[in-house]
């Protein structure tokens, strides 16, 4: 005597999959992917002006980046002075 069994329900009723907020939660997603990718290819740049020697150099005036400014922003190009004029 066979009786089917339901096996596991699926619950979808319960808002855990509605599509307008995966939708937001893609849209959140992408723009942290942004952010990630634009902060990845500043340290990417940061490396191959390191490998070049011309790391920490101003882009701009050719002077010394301050430590302190490398340390919070790894990817400055710019001393503070040039990337505020
Ligand atoms: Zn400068």
Known sequence: MATIQGGERRET???QTD???LREDAE???G???DLT???DAILAALQRL???SYGICASCGRTIPG???E???GAVECVACAES
């Open 28 to 30: 959140i997603v992408e």
């Open 72 to 74: 919070a922003m790894p």
């Open 13 to 15: 009723s319960q808002g």
């Open 38 to 40: 634009a902060e990845l």
């Open 68 to 70: 302190a400014r490398l």
């Open 51 to 53: 490998d070049l020697g």
């Open 32 to 34: 942290e992917l942004a």
């Open 19 to 21: 599509p307008a907020h």
